[in-house]
Structures are given as structure tokens and as C-alpha cells.
């Protein structure tokens, strides 16, 4: 079955530090993957898909199919990152339909 | 800011009661998607809509229905509503239904049933 995994509900780093959000997924084809973002009190919007290959807001995230991850980087945390940030894997069934996993929140502080 | 819409904001229902939640696409979108999110998890996708035509289906029971009308907006249905359908329902709206097409979600509903 489809399932997308982030292992760690909470993270909490300082500004200025390294930040990895991890996401490992389970798919028998080629995966299509996503990261959301959830900033307090709005509403959920895409950070970057894999398929783009760009950098946004300095996050930057690399499927490995090998590991079966999908893993978001950012090297320098700042306090504006903090949110709630979603993998999300497109479902086989076609259309956009989206297989989220279940959040992780980033807490950054000075 | 002409982005999806939901209404109501939020709803309080009574166990065995019958809900519908309301989604207007950002203009120009054909295809609306509903998830529902407990809290506590990642929104689980229930349906998706194209062209008035249902495009795909999640893993839920035949109390939810959804329709898509002429001018793209979208209606959630739930029938004989139970305490575990208490949930934060998101709406996405995307131009097409398939390829790189981007999902923009709105504010969501907020539905507790008591």
C-alpha cells in the first residue's frame, strides 16, 4: 500500500542551525512527492515537488529512491520557519490526489 | 485575495444529523478535491471532482457524497454523522485533474459532531 511516514512529530532547532524534516515513503511505481507547509493561522500551500528540482525559501529536498526518502533541507534555520510541514506523495489513482503523511513541526528558535 | 473558499468557517452537529460543507474553486479551476484531516494527522483524501464528473475516491464509507456544479464549486456531503467525523474538511482546487498540476487549499471547516 501507498504510505508516506515522517517519523518525528516535533523538531525543534536554533536559528542559524541545520534543519532535515524527514519523509520516507512506499510506492511500487516512479513517485511523484511533495512538502506543504502550514504557517500559524494560514492555510496549507506547497513549499517545492520533486520533479521542479528548485530551491524555495532555501529548503531543497532530493528523492532517493534507493532509501525510498524524500528528506527537506535547509542548511541555516530561521525563525520564520517555523510551521507545520507536510510530505505528501501523488496517489496512483491519478488526478491530484495527494497521500499526506502525518506532519512534522518545526519549531526554530533564537 | 481570490483564493478556495469554504463555508462554513465552522459547524456543530448532533450525532445522526446530515452536513454539507461548500467549496468555490480560485477561478479558472476545473477539478476540487476534498480531504479530511483529524487532529493530530495529515489530511486523507476523500474525493475529487472534475468537470461535474467524480475523478477519484478515498477509502470512505457512503455516508460521504460530493457534487461538483456547472460553475466548478463543490459541495461535501455527510449523512448520519458520527463522533469519529469530527474534522477539519479541506477543499483544493487545481486547473486540471492530472499532471504537474499544482492543489491550492483553503481555510477549511471545522465540523464537531457532539
Known amino acids: 500500500a501507498q504510505r508516506v511516514t515522517q517519523p518525528e512529530k516535533l523538531l525543534s532547532v536554533f536559528k542559524g542551525a541545520p534543519v532535515e524534516l524527514k519523509c520516507n515513503y512506499s510506492?511500487?511505481?516512479?513517485?511523484?512527492l511533495f512538502w506543504y507547509v502550514q504557517y500559524s493561522r494560514q492555510r496549507l500551500q506547497l513549499l517545492l515537488r520533486?520533479?521542479s528540482r528548485e530551491s524555495i525559501k532555501g529548503f531543497t529536498a532530493d528523492l532517493n529512491k534507493g532509501e525510498t526518502s524524500f528528506h527537506l533541507k535547509k542548511p541555516f534555520a530561521q525563525e520564520e520557519d517555523s510551521a507545520m510541514y507536510y510530505c505528501?506523495?501523488?496517489?496512483?489513482?491519478?488526478?491530484?490526489?495527494?497521500?499526506f503523511g502525518k506532519g512534522t513541526t518545526l519549531s526554530v528558535s533564537s | 485575495d481570490a483564493g478556495v473558499t469554504q463555508s462554513p468557517t465552522h459547524l456543530i452537529k448532533t450525532r445522526g444529523q446530515h452536513v454539507t460543507l461548500r467549496c468555490s474553486p480560485i477561478?479558472?479551476?476545473?477539478?476540487v478535491s476534498w480531504y479530511q484531516q483529524v487532529l493530530g494527522q495529515g489530511p486523507q483524501f476523500i474525493f475529487q471532482?472534475?468537470?461535474?464528473?467524480?475523478?477519484g475516491r478515498g477509502n470512505f464509507p457512503d455516508r460521504f457524497s460530493a457534487r461538483q456544479f456547472p460553475n466548478y464549486s463543490s459541495e461535501l456531503n455527510v449523512n448520519a454523522l458520527l463522533l469519529g467525523d469530527s474534522a477539519l474538511y479541506l477543499c483544493a482546487s487545481s486547473l486540471v485533474w492530472q499532471g504537474a498540476t499544482e492543489a491550492f487549499f483553503g481555510q477549511g471547516t471545522r465540523l464537531t459532531v457532539v
Open positions: 477561478s479558472g479551476h476545473k477539478s
Open positions: 510506492y511500487s511505481g516512479s513517485p511523484e
Open positions: 505528501a506523495l501523488r496517489s496512483p489513482g491519478g488526478g491530484t490526489a495527494l497521500i
Open positions: 520533486h520533479i
Open positions: 471532482y472534475y468537470e461535474k464528473e467524480e475523478r
